[in-house]
T-cell receptor, first 116, second 110 residues
Framework: DAGVIQSPRHEVTEMGQEVTLRCKPI?????LFWYRQTMMRGLELLIY????????DSGMPEDRFSAKMPNASFSTLKIQPSEPRDSAVYFCASSFNLIANTGELFFGEGSRLTVL | DQQVKQNSPSLSVQEGRISILNCDYTNSMFDYFLWYKKYPAEGPTFLIS?????DKNEDGRFTVFLNKSAKHLSLHIVPSQPGDSAVYFC?????????FGKGTRLHILP
């Protein structure tokens, strides 16, 4: 299996622009998570889905952030409009049957976002 | 309010010696505790976990200890090797969520 695939790997944009990050989870995994990594806050959970349904979005910073999972093999995280403080590495992770397993997640390589 | 805390941002250890990384948590309802390892420009990868009903789990050079009364866990790496230089994240799993700490950067010195 190819693992969790994220795109783009790097994104540099200007303040006010829309940013869309993409994720393809591991086939067969029913949980998908979006995390953000910053020096100050470490790895923050933004939102997660179970069977394509958003379960908890309490970590989404504000209304400028939105996430969708239209099908089991694709998810997007959108920031509109972007701000410099959104600069971070955004990770997507997937897992199978989270309740039954130990909580092991499989992470993508991340999307490094820089907002100028 | 951080539910999982790693109070040491970084740690330097001589090659061959023991590395001890610490983690504290606040929620007694967590079912599992996990350690992830992260190299630069890569995503975190699962390293080792421990159930809340156990107090020790060992996998090769890596051992995780859990002290429930103190709400504290630690990861021991012995002997430490150059390839162990990375950021280590402590995580807690429960209620269908996985919460991570801020991470500890481990430097293994030659």
């Amino acid at each position: 299996d190819a693992g969790v695939i994220q795109s783009p790997r790097h994104e540099v944009t200007e303040m006010g622009q829309e940013v869309t990050l993409r994720c393809k989870p591991i086939s067969g995994h029913d949980y998908l998570f979006w995390y953000r990594q910053t020096m100050m806050r470490g790895l923050e959970l933004l939102i997660y889905f179970n069977n394509n349904v958003p379960i908890d979005d309490s970590g989404m910073p504000e209304d400028r952030f939105s996430a969708k999972m239209p099908n089991a093999s694709f998810s997007t995280l959108k920031i509109q409009p972007s701000e410099p403080r959104d600069s971070a590495v955004y990770f997507c992770a997937s897992s199978f049957n989270l309740i039954a397993n130990t909580g092991e997640l499989f992470f993508g390589e991340g999307s490094r976002l820089t907002v100028l | 309010d951080q539910q999982v805390k790693q109070n040491s941002p970084s740690l330097s250890v001589q090659e061959g010696r023991i590395s001890i990384l610490n983690c504290d948590y606040t929620n007694s309802m967590f079912d599992y505790f996990l350690w992830y390892k992260k190299y630069p420009a890569e995503g975190p990868t699962f390293l080792i976990s421990i159930s809340s009903i156990k107090d020790k789990n060992e996998d090769g050079r890596f051992t995780v200890f859990l002290n429930k009364s103190a709400k504290h866990l630690s990861l021991h790496i012995v002997p430490s090797q150059p390839g162990d230089s990375a950021v280590y994240f402590c995580a807690a799993s429960g209620d269908d969520k996985i919460i991570f700490g801020k991470g500890t950067r481990l430097h293994i010195l030659p």
